[in-house]
């Protein structure tokens, strides 16, 4: 759980970087730092745990830790949505940054998809108002980010000439 929060902050930090306007950007690295705040103390909690043993109150402060970061990381990926949407700059040569940028633009390209469905088909009632019974919930990054194989999502994958896990390597 603590390298994957990791692959979150870098993720988001990326996204920053590339965020072309400003409040967004703010906004995702003031989760991304707060992600890696909890992802931090996660980290030394279990390790704290993994010495003393079972206690009752270990376990509360691990899972409440666990609970904390799965919030951040939700935090960090609507902020992510938010600045996909308002718009990203060119990434750089970096591969994982590349790789970033092409999920992100997937993911943009399935939301797009989604609402010209939904134009199309839109259910009104008697006051012009849309439906929600029976309509589709937009696709998010967290639903990009959940699904199998990485080819699955068309996402080309990109030779990474560092060692180690880049951003896009893990599930969340």
């Known amino acids: 759980m603590v390298s994957d929060g990791q692959v979150v902050v870098k993720f988001g930090n990326i996204l920053a ?10 906004e995702l690295l003031r989760a991304t730092e707060h992600t890696q705040s909890i992802s931090s ?5 279990a390790r704290v745990k993994a010495v003393t ?3 009752k109150a270990s376990s509360e402060l691990l899972l409440s830790n666990v609970q904390n970061l799965i919030q951040a990381v ?3 990926l609507r902020a992510a949505e938010v600045a996909c949407v308002k718009g990203l700059g060119q990434p750089s040569a970096d591969p994982e940054e590349e790789e970033v940028a092409a999920f992100c633009q997937q993911w943009r390209k399935n939301l797009t998809q989604h ?3 939904e134009a199309l088909n839109s259910n009104r009632d008697e006051l012009g ?4 019974q029976g309509a589709k919930a937009e696709p998010t990054l967290m639903s990009l980010v959940q699904e ?3 080819r699955s999502r068309n996402i080309p994958k990109l ?6 896990p880049t951003v896009m390597d893990r599930h969340l």
């Open 148 to 150: 199998q194989p990485p």
């Open 17 to 26: 970087k590339h965020c072309l306007d400003q409040r967004c950007s703010t």
């Open 74 to 76: 939700q935090h960090v």
């Open 115 to 117: 609402r010209a469905k």
């Open 41 to 45: 103390q996660l980290g030394i909690v």
């Open 159 to 164: 030779p990474n000439p560092r060692k180690g």
């Open 129 to 132: 108002l849309r439906k929600t």
């Open 53 to 55: 043993g079972e206690s």
